[in-house]
């Protein structure tokens, strides 16, 4: 069974710009959240999609932005770009409708901003 | 509010035990989870434990939960130098929909 992929694995952008994340969850699993690692704030919930719906949100600019696809695909959006934004993007799936399963992590995405 | 603190570094011996140790503050927490992170990797999810439940062990990992002081710990039985990672202790936030409160991460070191 094939992992959760995320894509591009590293990019550089510059200041003001803007980039599309890509999030391929575990087959089945159709609720997927985003994370944010830095070395200074750690990991940070983005979001959480469901069916194609936002469930949960965390305390991020309205710069950051995701959506799902109707195969649990999902993308997230940062327009913009601030230096602070470079991080390490966490994508997660889980299988489960509520609060209790697991959450299995891609590798990241690592973005730099220059 | 939301909060979960950790050590951030922990060194032991080959073969000796390690215990990681993180305290929570959200007493409404249903699963509280360990993760490892290797360099330049995802997370890799370790174990959970229900937070009715006081331990739980799975091969080499045990986890112990404390709930009234909200403390949560790992213990590593005959740690190797491929335990060497980053450990997070992460707590499922109350109001649900995975999304999950982490600590700043253990750094456990292996020695032989």
């Known amino acids: 069974k094939a992992g959760v992929t995320q894509t591009p694995r590293y990019l550089i952008k510059t200041r003001g710009q803007q980039v599309t994340l890509s999030c391929s969850p575990i087959?089945?699993?159709?609720?997927v959240s985003w994370y944010q690692q830095t070395p200074g704030q750690g990991l940070q919930f983005l979001f959480e999609?469901?069916?194609?719906?936002?469930?949960n949100k965390g305390n991020f600019p309205g710069r950051f932005s995701g959506r799902q696809f109707s195969n649990s695909r999902s993308e997230m959006n940062v327009s913009t770009l601030e230096l602070g934004d470079s991080a390490l993007y966490l994508c997660?799936?889980?299988?489960?409708?509520?609060?209790?399963?697991?959450?299995?992590f891609g590798e990241g995405s690592r973005l730099t901003v220059l | 509010g939301e909060d979960v603190e950790q050590s951030l570094f922990l060194s032991v011996r080959e073969g000796d035990s390690s215990v990681i140790n993180c305290t929570y503050t959200d007493s409404s927490s249903t699963y509280l989870y360990w993760y490892k992170q290797e360099p330049g990797a995802g997370l890799q999810l370790l174990t959970y434990i229900f937070s009715n439940m006081d331990m739980k062990q799975d091969q080499r990992l045990t986890v112990l939960l404390n709930k009234k002081d909200k403390h949560l710990s790992l213990r590593i039985a005959d740690t190797q130098t491929g335990d060497s990672a980053i450990y997070f202790c992460?707590?499922?936030?109350?109001?649900?929909?995975?999304?999950?409160?982490f600590g700043a991460g253990t750094r456990l070191a292996v020695h032989p």
């Open positions: 997660a799936s889980s299988s489960r409708q509520a609060t209790t399963g697991e959450l299995f």
């Open positions: 992460a707590e499922m936030f109350s109001g649900g929909y995975n999304k999950l409160i």
């Open positions: 999609y469901f069916s194609e719906t936002q469930r």
């Open positions: 087959s089945g699993h159709r609720s």
